[in-house]
């Protein structure tokens, strides 16, 4: 079982080596294995994207799909997909949200991470501003997707220098009656 410490905050403040900075949070760059971390009832993910005026998220791979693989599926099932999407993200109200789709196979394959930290950079940029953040799941050592996503995260924060905050994922969190 892994803890994750609660961080309640309105107004996230950058943390540095050498402690609290003035510097308020600018944005936000998080990841998600599958859309459902942002959408289940009581997301965590979507309380902490709540706390930022400007979210990218990068969601690495679909819930599944219904209907076989995703290769046999036809243009139209892929788009239908995407736009409900879109609508149940547009559902949470959160006005500064960008869902980007990476569309890896669920689970993540052993060669996830590399792409994983591609887009990431992509969505953080080559100079990130003083108070990018970056969002990731709570780590879990017996899910080869979240430890995917997890060496992903770790390369990119040391990598530019930004503060990792964690969500509670679904198996993590209990969700109320």
């Known amino acids: 079982m892994v803890a994750v410490t609660e961080i309640p905050f309105s107004e996230p403040v950058a943390v540095t080596a050498a402690g609290r900075s003035a510097v308020p949070a600018s ?21 902490l994207a709540g706390a930022f005026p400007q979210v990218e998220l990068l969601v690495a791979a679909d819930d599944g799909w219904p209907d076989g693989d995703p290769e046999d599926l036809d243009d139209e099932h892929v788009e239908r997909a995407a736009a409900e999407l879109r609508d149940s993200v547009a559902r949470l109200d959160l006005p500064g949200l960008a869902v980007h789709r990476l569309g890896l196979p669920h689970p993540l394959p052993v060669t996830a991470e590399d792409d994983l930290v591609a887009a990431l950079s992509e969505l953080i940029g080559f100079d990130p501003e003083p108070g990018v953040y970056c969002l ?41 009656g």
């Not at 944005?27 to 309380?47: F, I, K, N």
């Not at 899910?143 to 530019?160: G, K, L, S």
């Open 27 to 47: 944005r936000a760059v998080a990841v998600a294995v599958t859309p459902m971390e942002l959408l289940r009832p009581e997301s965590d993910l979507a309380r």
């Open 136 to 176: 990731a799941p709570a780590p879990a050592p017996a899910d080869p997707a979240r430890v995917a996503v997890e060496r992903a995260v770790h390369r990119v924060a040391q990598v530019y220098g930004i503060p990792l905050r964690r969500y509670r994922c679904l198996e993590l969190a209990v969700v109320g």
